[in-house]
């Protein structure tokens, strides 16, 4: 759950107030976010969810075109197609690493999310800055939505690399995704940029309650690091308890793991599991309609999915 500051910190005060227009600046919450991350306030965008940060990246800087890998966030290739820019769809590697070759001299808007999704999989720093090094005159956008959970993160390198923006968000490791907050890190310049499309389009859009939730949040870092922890440990776990199985399981800095069990297809795996009432995420695309994706729940809830896909394997002849 949400924190108990982020709980209390939404009372009838704070609801009594809805009938005012939240501040459009979104002051204090920039404030508590820069003070967290080391940068200066003129460095902060927040938005409705990450999300709204791509989309306004997106219709800021496509221009020149896109480039984004054939395995990654959905919305990368929806908002692309929304504005009508020209994509250019990089394959992952066999084993699904990114191939960084293809990013350099692009000179394009180029959005990887790190860790990826599905795959759980992390892309190394060095990495990064030779894609930012090679990218002078293109947007370079690290979507971290899964940092939290043994990632690493580039914030630190917003100052070294004008042209990198960093996108982060409070619905994964801070628990927050019903209240649609998100937030971009990088120089101010761009931040310039994205608060003429948001003033453009929308000026009022965080609300007062989610700016609040924002900002206790914030106050509470422990708590989340904590729980954040738990997941990297229930993760571990799982990732163990698949292996045993026969599943291959992919190295997951994430929330959930990407998975492939050598004795049941990925359809039927998650077909069977719905049926024993546990859900799990089949992606019908051919390079990866063998796997699944698996999000880390709580270890109570981890030990039913061991015991019925045990139970599922069983019952194969
Ligand atoms: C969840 C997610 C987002 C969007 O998060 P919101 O802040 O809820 O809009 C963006 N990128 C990736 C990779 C995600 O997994």
């Known amino acids: 759950p949400a924190s108990e500051k982020v709980v209390k910190g939404i009372d009838s005060l704070a609801v009594s107030n809805l009938r005012l227009y939240c501040d459009p600046s979104c002051k204090k919450l920039k404030s508590a976010i820069a003070n967290r991350y080391g940068v200066k306030d003129s460095q902060v965008f927040v938005s409705n969810g990450s999300d709204e940060s791509l989309k306004f990246i997106f219709m800021a800087y496509g221009q020149k075109g896109v480039v984004y890998s054939d395995i990654t966030y959905g919305f990368y290739s929806v908002f692309a197609n929304l504005y009508s820019l020209k994509s250019t769809v990089l394959p992952l590697k066999e084993d699904f690493t990114l191939d960084v070759n293809g990013y350099l001299n692009q000179n394009k808007l180029i959005v990887i999310a790190n860790p990826n999704a599905p795959t759980g999989i992390e892309l190394d720093k060095e ?62 310049e761009l931040i310039k940029d994205l608060e003429k499309i948001k003033y453009s389009t929308n000026p009022y859009n965080v609300n007062t309650l989610t700016q609040i939730a924002g900002v206790m949040a914030i106050k509470d870092d422990e708590y989340y690091l904590n729980n954040a922890n738990k997941i990297i440990k229930t993760r571990e776990w799982t990732e163990k308890e698949l292996t045993k199985m026969g599943f291959l399981v992919l190295d997951s800095k994430a929330n959930f793991i990407f998975a492939k069990s050598d004795k049941i297809s990925g359809n039927d795996l998650y077909l069977k599991l719905k049926e024993k009432g546990v859900l799990i995420r089949h992606f019908g695309m051919e390079r990866i309609k063998d796997f699944n994706r698996i999000t880390i729940g709580s270890i109570e809830q981890m030990e039913v999915l061991v015991n019925k896909v045990k139970e599922i394997l069983g019952e194969l002849k």
């Open 127 to 188: 990495k990064i800055e030779l894609i930012l090094q090679t990218n002078k005159d293109g947007i370079v956008v690290i979507d971290e939505a899964y940092v939290d959970f043994g990632g690493n993160s580039c914030v630190d390198l917003v100052d070294k690399y004008d042209n990198l923006i960093v996108v982060q968000t409070f619905s994964k490791s801070r628990s927050l995704a019903g209240g649609r907050l998100g937030f971009a890190i990088a120089n101010e």
